[in-house]
């Protein structure tokens, strides 16, 4: 085969999680994981000029955040969970249930207000949760 129908993955450059226009929640549920503040801070700190626009939005969000750590009860999922769920052929999936500047559905780390966020709120290890399209089993919970 030639090489010109080949991917090399090591050839492309890894793309950086770069969001833009993600608005800040109108309702005042501005939440964001500890890690998700540094990393918004960093980035923030770090920027180049000429990136007023992204610049903007991470001060605006950093503004009206409210940082929420681990809750008391941490064997039920809550905000900053990390949850893996047990498809029933066996597949393992892990979510982290963030703020909206900190979704990346590509890492796992889902806004908690989407709809699989919702449907595993609350939940505990072993339980059985209906999400949109499958039924999974709560495998873990942690809070890093």
């Known amino acids: ?3 010109a129908f080949t991917k090399e993955d090591s050839d492309v450059p890894e793309a950086p999680t770069r969001r ?3 608005p800040v929640p109108a309702d005042g ?3 964001l994981t500890p890690d998700g503040e540094r990393a918004l801070r960093a980035e923030l700190a770090g920027l180049a000029a000429g990136d ?3 610049a903007h939005e991470l001060a605006e969000h950093l503004a009206t955040a409210v ?3 681990p809750p008391d009860d941490t064997t039920r999922v809550g905000f900053g969970a990390k949850v893996t769920v047990e498809h029933d052929d066996g597949k393992r999936t892990t979510y982290r249930l963030v ?3 900190e979704a990346a559905p590509r890492e796992g780390k889902i806004y908690w207000r989407s709809p699989i966020a919702e449907a595993l709120y609350d939940a505990r290890v072993g ?3 209906a999400l949109p399209r499958t039924q999974v089993s709560v495998v873990a919970i942690a809070y890093t």
């Open 1 to 3: 085969m030639s090489k």
């Open 20 to 22: 833009r226009g993600i």
């Open 29 to 31: 549920l501005n939440y």
């Open 52 to 54: 007023e626009e992204r």
């Open 67 to 69: 940082t929420m750590g």
């Open 99 to 101: 703020g909206a500047i």
């Open 127 to 129: 339980d059985s949760v």
